[in-house]
């Protein structure tokens, strides 16, 4: 069968009742004409790789800061992961691949330097002035802080994007009301949240070796790893410590999507109401995209061994603090000086405040700068690329 060109078409042939097509999108904030060869999707995703906060990702940190080596997984390498995750999934359950795509390539826009560490430190500086969440952030980017076009800000991303970006594991309130009664999330956002976990679950676990914080002894410990070992020896036999570990997180992430898009369909067509529509998506009480309960169970054990051995390792610990004090820092003395601000940075005082202007600043700053600018500010005799 020859698919058509036109994207619109294609989707009608593709998708399941059940996704979002392009032709069905709330549109975007400010109007705009369409193009014919790219649908609404696919312009979001575009927009969001030529982003400046898409590259900055390259240099923020996922559980390891960058200096601590080239090969480990970065914001920006996390995205492209889950992303891929993500679109394997929603091809097999036929739901609007270029819609998830795009909301996995945004989702970790909002992340401050020094990841969840960082975030916490920005949360805490902003406690009486309107909060930090680097969902609700993300949003700010897309929304405003990112400036590529003469007629408005941000990227102008379609709704459906939007509201996937701030509804990431959770529901936000206030300024968000637009996206506060609209049901479920759509089935494409769901399956961008679990393809996250998953992907950064079994990622760590790789990562947690490669650094020698996690021993192999240890990765045995996890139930999920150690059945996908077992299936790598049984088919190759005795391999490298690294083959091993390579082989079993591919072997885990196959069985997982497995499990993910069986159980999935299995809710689609169970209960009294199938899924059958977008508005029964969005009237839905229970998740739709979900693990098999076992499989639930399973992956709730690797992750509190990940809290326990790998995020709460001592190195990783002091990774984080270091981050905060660096944080700290800096958004104390601009708040004590203003005038240290860059001026595109401080002219934007007037509008939103000098705590929130501060706090985009350093929110979009990558681990390695934030660390320069702390070592200009703070330590003599210092351009920010060390000593001289």
């Not at 059940?18 to 060869?37: I, K, L, N």
Request: glycine share 6%; charged share 30%.
């Amino acid at each position: 069968m020859t698919l058509p060109l036109d994207p619109h078409q294609r989707e009608a042939l593709l998708l399941a009742p059940y996704a979002q097509s392009s032709v069905e999108s709330r549109g975007r904030r400010h109007d705009e004409p369409e193009t014919g060869h790219r649908s609404i999707y696919q312009r979001d995703r575009d927009r969001i790789v030529h982003s400046t906060a898409f590259r900055r990702l390259e240099y923020k940190t996922q559980v390891f800061v960058n200096h601590e080596g080239d090969h480990y997984r970065t914001r920006l390498t996390h995205s492209l992961e889950v992303a891929q995750i993500s679109r394997s999934v929603a091809r097999l359950l036929s739901l609007n691949e270029d819609l998830v795509e795009a909301i996995a390539l945004s989702h970790d826009l909002g992340h401050p330097p020094y990841g969840h560490a960082g975030e916490e430190e920005l949360a805490h500086r902003m406690r009486d002035h309107g909060g930090f969440n680097h969902n609700r952030h993300c949003l700010r980017i897309v929304d405003a802080l990112e400036w590529r076009y003469p007629r408005f800000p941000g990227l102008n991303l379609s709704w459906e994007v939007r509201e996937a970006i701030v509804r990431h594991y959770g529901h936000f309130e206030g300024e968000l009301a637009e996206f506060a009664s609209q049901g479920a999330p759509l089935l494409e956002a769901q399956v961008v949240d679990i393809g996250d976990s998953l992907a950064y679950d079994n990622h760590d676990l790789d990562d947690g070796f490669r650094s020698g914080f996690l021993t192999l002894d240890e990765l045995f410990e996890v139930e999920l790893f150690a059945e996908a070992a077992a299936q790598v020896r049984e088919e190759h036999g005795d391999l490298s410590d690294r083959m091993l570990i390579t082989r079993a997180v591919s072997n885990l992430i196959h069985s997982e999507i497995l499990d993910l898009v069986a159980e999935t369909r299995r809710r689609l067509k169970s209960g009294s109401q199938p899924i059958d529509s977008i508005e029964a998506v969005r009237g839905a009480t229970e998740p739709v995209v979900a693990f098999s309960a076992p499989m639930q169970k399973k992956k709730r054990a690797m992750q509190e061994f990940l809290y326990a051995r790998l995020y709460r390792h001592y190195r990783c610990q002091r990774m984080a603090e270091k981050g905060k004090r660096f944080l700290g820092a800096l958004f104390g003395e601009y708040l004590r000086e203003p005038g240290q601000l860059p001026p595109l940075h401080l002219a934007r005082a007037e509008e939103v405040g000098l705590e929130r202007t501060i706090c985009d600043y350093l929110a979009g700053m990558t681990d390695r700068y934030c660390l320069q600018e702390y070592q200009r500010l703070f330590i003599p005799f210092t351009d920010g690329a060390g000593p001289r």
